[in-house]
């Protein structure tokens, strides 16, 4: 009899999230996650090579493991870098 175990796919950008629960077997990868995600209609995201994952705030490569009741949250790429928000921050006579 096979095993299966709870993990959580989320998403969120301004004006939707998603968040769901999956039971998966025992030995799933993010990938796996994923896949199962994917078949949900409102699944919000066109995957892409620059989209990132972590679980539950730590990055995570797509063939790893997972456990029962892991979050994998999908991660969009920056849209500026910080530092560089920062630096312009701290020019003289700029304002926030």
Not at 18 to 35: G, I, K, Y
Request: proline content about 7%; cysteine-free.
């Amino acid at each position: 009899m096979s095993k299966y175990k709870t993990v959580f796919v989320a998403y969120s950008e301004k004006g939707h999230s998603f968040l769901e629960s999956f039971a998966l077997p025992e030995n799933s990868t993010v990938a796996d996650a994923l896949d199962k995600a994917k078949q949900n209609p409102a699944f919000p995201v066109q995957l892409s090579e620059q989209i990132s994952f972590a679980v539950f705030g730590r990055t995570i490569m797509p063939n790893a493991r997972l456990n029962d009741g892991d979050r994998v949250e999908i991660l969009r790429p920056l849209q500026r870098d910080p530092k560089e928000i920062r630096m312009r921050r701290a020019l003289p006579g700029k304002t926030r």
